[in-house]
């Protein structure tokens, strides 16, 4: 389906402008933080201060002079959130702090969040505002948090179709002993899994509500709102390699005809590209399409050729599953070449029911609040 690179993040609750108080700090007993595994932690320390609170003491984004893109992008912060209306994204609560010496910082999360808005518009904090400012809206207006914590989908219409894992990069040493390389946060897309178009990607938003969910899941593997690793670099410098909190997605096209695409399949891959690129950017590291015929692999390779350098940099194309191996180590599972366990026993996804079951759940619900009443 979806051929081009900016696929990437639920939600919390929505922030009124009336609830950013004084100097623009966002109070705490209005704004939990969710941490993307359906957690609930306070924003703010217990004094209030405005600093996100994380594990242990507040962590900060080293300082900023004035003139700096970031320290000017946070500066715009109060007027985003109050025109937005909400301030979670990905997990995290956007704090208007600062600390107060002539050369600010930010806290450590609200500022990595700006700093992935500002690489994917090559320092415009004009432009980074404007779509720091949509994301916003539209997570409060599309409900994230209620895809991913409440929703539950149909089982017959996306069972098998995602998945999200925690790749153990590993090699072997000479002696035949593995070598740990680090992990990798994965999603999956098996489009040879669909049973039936229509019923799939007939109904696009229920189809967008549940890759949305797939997504967030995928991000709170990502443990932002207790990010250890350091700082992403300024735009420009260190290259997208140098950003630690980024993943990889795998699209599994086995089974699947290229000869002609189903409108509604053609639907779904255009909205579906279209909100990641706007909502989810500088989150992925690498896309690997695997499965595809040896034909589509040249005309991939030959539309990479227009592409821009670091757009065309993060996407293979192979045409066996089994090389995937090759790329993200001995982790990945048997069917991709590695040694790790089918997606179907470890990948985790989004929540799935009958719909009988989905039926008797309501039902319960129903009779619980007339006996409650």
């Known amino acids: 389906m979806a051929t081009q690179a900016s696929e990437g993040a639920g939600e919390v609750q929505t922030t009124p402008a009336s609830q950013l108080a004084g100097r623009g700090e966002v109070q705490a007993a209005s704004h939990p933080e969710w941490t993307g595994n359906g957690e609930v932690q306070n924003a703010l320390g217990p004094q209030s201060t405005g600093d996100v609170a994380e594990p242990g003491a507040v962590r900060w984004w080293p300082e900023l002079s004035a003139e700096h893109p970031l320290r000017q992008f946070h500066d715009k912060l109060p007027s985003i959130l109050e025109e937005a209306a909400h301030s979670e994204i990905w997990g995290i609560v956007l704090s208007t702090s600062t600390t107060t010496s002539s050369e600010k910082s930010i806290p450590f999360t609200t500022a990595l969040i700006l700093q992935k808005f500002l690489r994917a518009n090559e320092n415009d904090v004009d432009k980074a505002a404007a779509q720091l400012t949509g994301t916003l809206r539209w997570r409060r207006e599309f409900d994230v948090r209620k895809a991913v914590e409440e929703e539950v989908f149909d089982h017959d219409t996306f069972a098998g179709l995602g998945y999200v894992t925690v790749v153990d990069r590993q090699s ?202």
Request: hydrophobic share 35%; no cysteine; proline share 3%.
């Open 172 to 373: 072997e040493d000479e002696e035949g002993e593995g070598q740990e390389q680090g992990k990798e946060v994965v999603t999956w897309n098996i489009y040879g899994a669909v049973q039936d178009k229509k019923r799939t990607f007939g109904d696009l938003e229920r189809f967008l509500r549940w890759r949305v969910a797939l997504m967030e899941k995928s991000l709170s593997h990502l443990s932002l709102a207790s990010a250890r690793a350091g700082p992403i670099p300024d735009y420009n410098t260190g290259g997208a390699d140098a950003d630690p909190y980024q993943m990889t997605q795998v699209h599994d096209y086995l089974s699947v005809s290229f000869l002609r695409m189903d409108p509604a399949v053609k639907a779904a891959s255009q909205r579906t590209i279209a909100l990641f690129q706007a909502h989810y950017p500088e989150l992925l590291s690498r896309k690997f399409f695997v499965n595809v015929p040896t034909v589509m692999g040249w005309l991939f390779s030959l539309m990479k050729t227009f592409m821009a350098k670091e757009t065309a940099r993060k996407l293979t194309v192979l045409s066996e599953g089994r090389y995937l191996v090759g790329e993200l180590g001995e982790g990945v599972p048997e069917v991709y070449g590695g040694k790790g366990k089918a997606l179907e026993e470890v990948g985790e996804t989004v929540r799935l029911a009958k719909r009988e079951e989905e039926e008797e759940e309501e039902e319960g619900k129903d009779e619980d609040a007339t006996e409650g009443g």
